[in-house]
């Protein structure tokens, strides 16, 4: 019988203490009440942590969010562990990278975060509460911008257990799986500015067509030149939306300067 679990989704502000993002992770363990020092304490309790291409946190908290918490729900154990490898930094084990095998390219830790979720059962969870995360994924959708993989990575650690195709209501085509940005915008807009909703999510796809497009090159741009490219991207929703259904949608007022990508940890990818 495969493993089940709860999984605890987690946020702190980003970059540093103040940022008007968060950074998000998931564990199988409440960090309010177990406290390890590291992620090698954490394996040998026999717990869980996914880096989710960030720095090990013991605890969470945010602004107006003392423990840090942005959900919590039971899932398939040996599912979660399959698409992200946990107690394993991302930037240096290619495991623990799901499918966001670029920082910044592919996602930031927002769409790994989720991806470890896609193991939680009925409605699943993700990681939406998280500051920030409305700029996030009108960029790099729910689950990341390499689809194709994704769709294989989901299928191929599924395929081993009937229990975890049943107990997470089985393997979901690429169009099937939910789309957080486009659904918060339609609560917003779709009753009372059905026009613009349209404007908008066309937008967004000409958006995720843009950012999915593999840069030349050997390496990737560096944090800098994604970041100037991403708050681009963001100004124009602004300027279609206005200010107020922007801050509605995006959760922070246009112009604010929204850097999604660490250089810190870009440096380490």
């Not at 998931?26 to 309790?45: I, P």
């Not at 880096?51 to 969010?65: A, D, I, L, Q, R």
């Amino acid at each position: 019988m495969a493993s089940t679990a709860t999984l605890y989704a987690w946020a702190t502000p980003a970059f540093v203490s103040g940022s008007p993002l968060d950074h998000t992770w998931v564990t199988t363990y409440d960090n309010q009440q177990y406290h390890y020092a590291n992620a090698a304490a954490v394996a040998a309790a026999g717990k869980d942590y996914w880096f989710c291409w960030g720095s090990y946190h013991p605890t969470g908290g945010v602004p107006g969010n003392p423990t840090g918490g942005i959900g919590n729900q039971s899932g398939n154990l040996a599912l979660a562990r399959c698409l992200v490898q946990s107690n394993a930094d991302s930037a240096s084990v290619p495991a623990a990278q799901g499918t966001i095998l670029i920082y910044g390219i592919d996602g930031v830790c927002h769409q790994l975060a989720n991806q470890v979720l896609y193991a939680t059962t009925g409605n699943r969870l993700t990681v939406k509460n998280a500051r920030g995360y409305g700029a996030s994924s009108f960029l790099y959708g729910t689950y990341g911008l390499r689809h194709a993989a994704w769709a294989s990575k989901i299928q191929q650690c599924s395929a081993g257990s009937a229990m975890a195709v049943a107990s997470t209501g089985g393997v979901m085509r690429m169009q099937d799986l939910p789309d957080d940005f486009e659904e918060h915008a339609r609560a917003v807009l779709g009753e009372h500015e059905p026009e613009l909703l349209a404007k908008l999510l066309s937008l967004r796809g000409e958006v995720l067509n843009f950012t999915a497009q593999r840069i030349p090159g050997f390496t990737p741009p560096n944090a800098d030149a994604i970041n100037a490219r991403n708050q681009h991207l963001i100004d124009q929703a602004a300027l279609l939306l206005g200010p107020e259904h922007f801050e509605r949608i995006f959760g922070f007022a246009p112009g604010e300067k929204i850097n999604l990508v660490d250089p810190s940890i870009a440096q380490r990818r």
